[in-house]
């Protein structure tokens, strides 16, 4: 019997410990956390992006389709893809659901799709590649409200790509 009562006043007594605070108190602690914290994104686009950038809103337009707003947190997701594929030393998708479901969360997007190319020397050369493949040119002229673009260098000087868009 001693056993059980020095149990039982422990367990009340922790209860009593772990659940006590003032309204107050819970109050400043709830606003403490209560702060919207903006991350600042950057990227500096290179000529053969923007060009690339250009060159695929040209070809919506000349569809009749809205152009396409570059969006600079996409821009960073693609460049860390490049960065991932030229570690791995090939083209892929991988990760492609990860790096949806996350624009999803940081942007708000409401659906996402991505081009890659890999070896291309001109952004003319990518977008006509793009184009005339009907996986990647159904990217380009889909329902999108955004697209952001990375092109990257691996050691041998060969350029990947990565194009991301997305709907808002």
Do not use: P
């Not at 060009?51 to 693609?78: C, H, Q, T």
């Not at 490049?82 to 999803?104: C, K, P, Q, T």
């Not at 009907?134 to 999108?144: I, M, P, S, T, Y």
Request: with cysteine.
């Amino acid at each position: 019997m001693r056993k059980f009562t020095l149990t039982g006043f422990m367990l009340i007594l922790c209860t009593l410990f772990l659940t006590s605070c003032s309204k107050d108190s819970l109050g400043d602690e709830v606003a403490s956390y209560d702060q919207v914290v903006t991350k600042k994104v950057e990227y500096n686009y290179s000529s053969i992006e923007v060009e690339i950038l250009d060159e695929l809103n040209l070809y919506r337009s000349a569809l009749g389709l809205s152009e396409l707003k570059a969006l600079v947190n996409l821009s960073v997701e693609s460049e860390g893809h490049n960065e991932y594929m030229i570690d791995m030393g090939s083209v892929s998708h991988d990760n492609f659901s990860e790096r949806a479901s996350f624009l999803m969360q940081e942007v708000g997007a409401k659906k996402v799709a991505e081009n890659v190319g890999y070896g291309y020397r001109t952004s003319e050369a990518v977008v006509n590649a793009w184009l005339k493949s009907k996986g990647h040119r159904e990217n380009v002229e889909g329902d999108f409200t955004h697209f952001g673009i990375s092109v990257r260098q691996d050691a041998d000087g060969k350029n990947y790509f990565t194009n991301i868009f997305i709907k808002k």
